[in-house]
Nanobody, 119 residues
Framework: QVQLVDSGGGLVQAGGSLRLSCAAS????????MAWYRQAPGKLRELVAA???????NYADSVKGRFTISRDNAKNTVYLQMNSLKPEDTAVYYC?????????????WGQGTLVTVSS
């Protein structure tokens, strides 16, 4: 059974940094794209950053130049380095992965990790 476990959230002051991690496990053959989404209170979930298996990346305009997504294919892990954090970055962050597993293809989600940025 495929599981995605994300971690690294917390409380940080504006201008600070956090690094999120998400590890996938459980009968995985390969992982295609991996991504981070976020959902702030009262708002829809939005894409923050994505990375292909080959390392190509794309970012939401609101985080370009501040956030960096990376992955370690050997560890089935994706990271999100967040710098120069702003109060508007406050949200629950979820990792997402397109997984090819023993049970077939599936899109997995982490349980979410809360990031709170104080002003």
């Amino acid at each position: 059974q495929v599981q995605l476990v994300d971690s690294g959230g917390g409380l940080v002051q504006a201008g600070g940094s956090l690094r999120l991690s998400c590890a996938a496990s459980g009968g995985i053959f390969s992982i295609n794209a991996m991504a981070w989404y976020r959902q702030a209170p009262g708002k829809l979930r939005e894409l923050v950053a994505a990375i292909t298996s080959g390392g190509s990346t794309n970012y939401a305009d609101s985080v370009k130049g501040r956030f960096t997504i990376s992955r370690d294919n050997a560890k089935n892990t994706v990271y999100l380095q967040m710098n120069s954090l702003k109060p508007e970055d406050t949200a629950v962050y979820y990792c997402n992965a397109e997984v090819v597993a023993v049970t077939g293809y599936l899109e997995g989600w982490g349980q979410g990790t809360l990031v709170t940025v104080s002003s």
